[in-house]
């Protein structure tokens, strides 16, 4: 299974709901979570593709991958998750970061 | 017609060279002999052949690393001149979430560009901008790990001079990634 991103929005937005429209807490709930859930069941790898958008804050990729981190566990979603990042090749590395940062909450 | 300056460097060499000569010949008797050595011969034509292939190549080689240095330092420029351009960090107070996020890509896919090419360059060898990546993701959190607010992120006085710091850090390191650029021979 495949998400891309900009089929969310052209322009991801920030951390929270809070901080408006499409933010990273949005992207998690109604694009992520869903998707990933859906590719474990179907044993595969959840494919997000992060190519297409105006550009990404921080804060919206650490709390996207974060959540999903703090909900299936670190290295669970290393392992099920591919991502493509072409134009901006260093997001790889950085949600790897966010990713293993973050503690499952049981 | 007009000339150039190396033309009018030559000419001033020449005609300094001629006044020179005239000069000294009232101090030396110099006497020329007519017996040529064969010796003397091949150690003149082997002196020319060798001076010859080596401005050749080592001018040939000056050129091509010139060009080079010329190209990857265009390329440094390009990162700057964009965020000159874009006027991206002047205002710390209130900065637009969208354009940060959008200035940030654009001067990323610079970046590697800029790294693409140093990898690939045959002078400059061995230069890394890993110093200037560093400084690059340094700057980005720091303005683009802040909340924003209808669309503004409105750092606190504390995160703008964490800002401005940073900037200075990144601007310092594309000064001396250029000098390490210049460096090279």
């Known amino acids: 299974m495949k998400v891309k991103v900009c089929d969310f929005s052209k322009t991801p937005n920030a951390r929270y709901r809070d901080d408006g429209d499409y933010s990273g807490e949005e992207f998690y709930e109604i694009f992520l979570k869903n998707g990933f859930q859906q590719s474990v069941k179907n044993n595969e790898k959840l494919i997000v593709d992060l190519d297409g958008t105006e550009g990404y804050a921080t804060s919206f990729l650490d709390e996207a991958f974060g959540r999903l981190a703090e909900e299936f566990g670190p290295l669970y979603v290393l392992d099920n998750l591919q991502i493509i990042s072409n134009e901006e090749p260093d997001w790889l590395d950085e949600i790897t970061t966010y990713i293993l940062e973050r503690n499952e909450i049981k | ?185």
């Open chain 2, 1 to 185: 017609m007009k000339l150039n300056k190396e033309q009018l460097l030559l000419f001033a060499v020449f005609t300094a060279g001629i006044i020179f000569g005239i000069i000294l010949i009232p101090f030396f008797n110099i006497e020329v002999d007519s017996k040529v050595n064969l010796s003397d011969i091949l150690s003149m034509l082997l002196t020319a052949v060798i001076g010859i292939y080596l401005s050749i190549t080592i001018g040939g080689r000056q050129s091509s690393s010139r060009f080079e240095k010329e190209f990857l330092i265009s390329e440094v420029k390009r990162i700057t001149e964009y965020i000159d351009a874009a006027n991206l960090f002047k205002n710390t107070v209130n900065i637009p979430a969208e354009d940060a996020a959008k200035g940030f890509k654009e001067l990323n896919i610079r970046i590697f560009n800029f790294e693409s090419i140093l990898s690939d360059a045959d002078y400059c060898q061995g230069l890394e901008a890993t110093e200037l990546r560093n400084a690059f993701k340094n700057l980005r959190v720091s303005i683009l790990h802040l909340t924003s607010r209808k669309g503004l992120i409105t750092p606190t006085s504390t995160e703008r001079t964490d800002i401005v710091n940073k900037y200075s850090l990144f601007r310092k390191e594309v000064f001396k990634i250029i000098t390490e650029i210049n460096r090279y021979s």
